[in-house]
Each structure stands twice: as C-alpha cells, then as structure tokens.
C-alpha cells in the first residue's frame, strides 16, 4: 500500500507538469484517503490533484476566443476557484524545517511541502493568467483594480514558493550528501535517500521556471537540479517543458 502511495504521488505530479487531468489512479486514492489524509504527504497529493483539475479548466478557457456575457461570468467563477483553492495551502508550511531528532520523517515532510509550493507556483501562475484576461472583456472593466492587486499578490507569492523551494533544497542537499556518503562508507544501501532525492527533481524545476527569478537565482536553482541529477545517475537534469 504505502508503494501503491508514492506511486500515486510521483503519477500525480507528471500530470500537473504535463498538464493532463488524474487518472483513475488517482481517483482510487482519494477514495481512501482516510487514514492518509492528514498526513503532509497525503495532503500534498490531493492539493495536486485538485490544482491540476484547475489548470486544465484554466488552458481551456484560455484557448476560446473572448467574449462578453456568459463567458465574462466563466472567467469570473474560474478566477473564484483558483482563489478558493489557494486559500487552503496551511500557513504553517512556510515554517517547516529539517528536525534532528526525526530527520527521516522530517526531510521527507519538506518534500511534500516543496510539492505543495510547486503546485501553488502553477495554480497562481495560471491565476495572474486569467487576471490579465480580464482586460479583453469590456464589462469586466471595472474590476480591473481589483484584478491587479490580485496579480501582483500572487507574484509575489509565486517568489515566495520558489524562495522556499530553492532555500529549504539546500537543507535537504546537506543532509542527503552526509547520509549518502555515511551508506556508501558503511556498505548500506541509501533506500529513502534515493528517492527523496528523485522527488525532489519536480519542485526544482517547476522553481527555476518562475519569470521573476533574478539571473543569480535562476542560476542556483539551477545548479541544485545538477546535484540531484547526478546523485540519482542522470546525466543532465530533467528536460520537462516545465510551464512559465
């Protein structure tokens, strides 16, 4: 069961990087989230899952052409749900921190929340999107204040997320080197190690597509996704089309 989770997490991220909505996989685990769903982890894959529902709204009503009436109210309803989904992301995230004395647990909570900033990255990205939509919809005009404090506040959050990803990344590095060096020293395999670094692969390289990143971020973010890469023996860094 718990290989069938982190199966269930890793499926879930390839379908909010590749935009392409849950599958039934992903269904079957919601079923019985119960016992899992207050959990960091459980918490982080519905979050996913929910905003890759949200983005595939999102690129649908991006692709139709504007018009006015029923489709001012859509746009309206849409920027609703993006905001509602927001509002869920727990405050207490941006506090979390690799604790000595559960360091197992606790570099894997940091992952889930790295998770969870990269799915906010992606919602709020797609929410300055349908603000700026906004402009081609001539009665929606008088909501166009309203619609710029909400852009500018999800931009700054977008850095936010991405701060915390790069910032917290470089914990987990630290800690993931000494315990690999400590296995390869002592013949043990490196297990949870392994795969904590793989999946913190997707966090990083949704970061590193942040429009805003100064040339100095970008640049080590960068270079964290080169020593994950390598630690897990691939040659470059993932090449996903991670969205801008």
């Known amino acids: 069961m718990l290989l069938f989770n982190r199966l269930t997490f890793v499926q879930v991220y390839r379908n909010l990087t590749r935009r392409i909505l ?12 119960d ?6 982890w459980g918490e982080a894959t519905i979050a996913l899952a929910n905003v890759t529902r949200l983005l595939c709204r999102c690129d649908d009503f991006l692709a139709s052409k504007p018009s006015e009436g029923p489709a001012s109210l859509a746009l309206l309803e849409l ?6 989904e927001d509002s869920r992301y727990p405050k207490w995230y ?7 004395k559960r360091l197992e647990e606790s570099f894997f909570d940091v992952i889930w929340i790295n998770s969870r900033r990269a799915a906010r990255i992606t919602l709020l990205q797609s929410l300055v999107e349908l603000t700026l ?20 506040a999800a931009e700054d959050t977008i850095q936010a997320m991405a701060d915390g990803i790069s910032i ?3 914990s987990l590095l630290a800690e993931f080197e000494g315990r690999r060096a400590k296995a390869c020293r002592d013949g043990e395999p490196i297990g949870c190690v392994a795969i904590a670094y793989f999946l913190s692969l997707a ?9 805003t990143l100064s040339d100095e971020q970008r640049s080590y973010i960068a270079g964290q996704l080169a020593v994950v890469s390598s630690r897990i023996g691939l040659r470059r860094p993932l090449r996903e089309q991670w969205r801008k």
């Open 22 to 33: 849950p599958g039934p996989e992903v269904a079957l685990f919601e079923e019985s989230l």
């Open 35 to 40: 016992s899992y769903k207050e959990t960091t």
């Open 79 to 84: 920027i609703s749900r993006f905001k509602d």
């Open 94 to 100: 941006g506090s979390v921190t690799l604790d000595p």
């Open 133 to 152: 939509r906004t402009h081609l919809h001539s009665d929606l005009q008088h909501r166009l204040k309203e619609m710029s404090r909400l852009r500018h």
């Open 168 to 170: 917290s990344t470089t």
């Open 203 to 211: 966090p990083l390289g949704v970061a590193i597509g942040v429009k």
